[in-house]
């Protein structure tokens, strides 16, 4: 299973959505990372058929994009803004969504429901109302309709919004067993979604690739750039002027101040090993 996208442009009247973008992915979890208004929707949007590129070339494991009917198929997507039938049952509601995905007989649909909700870790909620569903439950139906086809390859848009921290890594579990025998692209401006689960990713600023390749070598390029000082608020502020911040902490009169810098920081400032985090500031920073 692999995508090869060659000089994809989006405009929307004179607006450059995405500006001449090359990516390669293949089999595993890929991240697609950028802020707000990066472009990354459109490219999922793309992916899935639903919005036309203006230019380039895109093939999903060979087939041009133009042959919606194949790449729908194999796709499976769980789009940012997911709602179903909130007074249907998660059977109700996924037996729905399997007949409009012409699976037939019920008795087959039925087996493939109790296995796919079992998977997602629903098999429990069977008879609860969509709307009574918390929103961690509410992406797990997600993902199971999403997956209704048994598609090679699966496209979550901002799926951790709103999770708490133990749904959160929960689904991002599940997003990760799931990318054992295809693909799944993640796309998020949460850093830390990607951290834990995708070893390739792309960063996206403003339509185009800033980064694509492994998380590491990412990480290594922020190496010398990120360091931490101890600061009282005065001093904060004097760095916060020529700095970009990336995050602080208060430890009793003081303020731990992560910060990146190319090479002139203050005296009493210490270089840190970066994380994702940081490598990831510093590129869409600019640094
Ligand atoms: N239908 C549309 N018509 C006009 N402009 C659009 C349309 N959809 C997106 N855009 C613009 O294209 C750019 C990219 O938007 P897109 O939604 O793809 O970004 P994003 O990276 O997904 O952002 P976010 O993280 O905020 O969802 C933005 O400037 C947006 O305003």
């Given at each position: 299973m692999n995508i090869e996208i060659k000089g994809l442009t989006k405009n929307y009247g004179n607006k450059t959505a995405l500006d001449n973008v090359d990516l390669k992915i293949d089999k595993g979890m890929f991240g697609l990372l950028?802020?707000?208004?990066?472009?990354?929707?459109?490219?999922?949007?793309?992916?899935?058929?639903?919005?036309?590129?203006?230019?380039?070339?895109?093939?999903?494991?060979?087939?041009?994009?133009?042959?919606?009917?194949?790449?729908?198929?194999?796709?499976?997507?769980?789009?940012?803004?997911?709602?179903v039938y909130p007074t249907l049952t998660v059977y109700e509601a996924m037996d729905y969504l399997a007949l409009l995905s012409n699976?037939?007989?019920?008795?087959?649909?039925?087996?493939?429901?109790?296995?796919?909700?079992?998977?997602?870790?629903?098999?429990?909620?069977?008879?609860?109302?969509?709307?009574?569903?918390?929103?961690?439950?509410?992406?797990r139906l997600g993902i199971a309709q999403a997956l209704i086809n048994?598609?090679?390859?699966?496209?979550?848009?901002?799926?951790?919004?709103?999770?708490?921290?133990?749904?959160?890594?929960?689904?991002?579990?599940?997003?990760?067993?799931?990318?054992?025998?295809?693909i799944v692209i993640l796309s998020t401006h949460i850093v830390e979604d990607v951290e834990f689960t995708c070893e390739d990713l792309a960063i996206l600023k403003e339509g185009q690739i800033l980064y694509k390749g492994k998380s590491r070598d990412l990480i290594k390029q922020?190496?010398?750039?990120?360091?931490?000082?101890?600061?009282?608020?005065?001093?904060?502020?004097?760095?916060?002027?020529?700095?970009?911040?990336?995050?602080?902490?208060?430890?009793?009169?003081l303020i731990k101040t992560r910060f990146l810098s190319d090479g002139t920081p203050i005296e009493e400032s210490k270089a840190v090993s970066p994380s994702i985090e940081d490598a990831y500031m510093k590129l869409v920073k600019g640094v």
């Open positions: 950028g802020p707000n208004g990066a472009g990354k929707t459109t490219l999922m949007r793309i992916l899935t058929t639903l919005v036309q590129k203006t230019e380039g070339d895109i093939n999903i494991q060979g087939i041009d994009i133009s042959k919606k009917r194949k790449i729908r198929q194999m796709i499976g997507y769980l789009p940012q803004d997911f709602a699976i037939a007989p019920k008795s087959k649909r039925k087996k493939l429901i109790l296995d796919l909700l079992e998977k997602v870790n629903l098999e429990d909620h069977l008879k609860t109302k969509v709307k009574a569903l918390s929103g961690g439950m509410k992406r048994n598609p090679s390859l699966l496209i979550v848009d901002e799926p951790t919004a709103g999770l708490d921290p133990e749904e959160r890594i929960r689904f991002r579990n599940l997003l990760r067993d799931f990318s054992e025998d295809r922020a190496e010398g750039y990120i360091w931490t000082a101890n600061l009282d608020r005065k001093r904060l502020n004097d760095i916060r002027k020529n700095h970009h911040i990336i995050s602080t902490v208060s430890e009793g009169d």
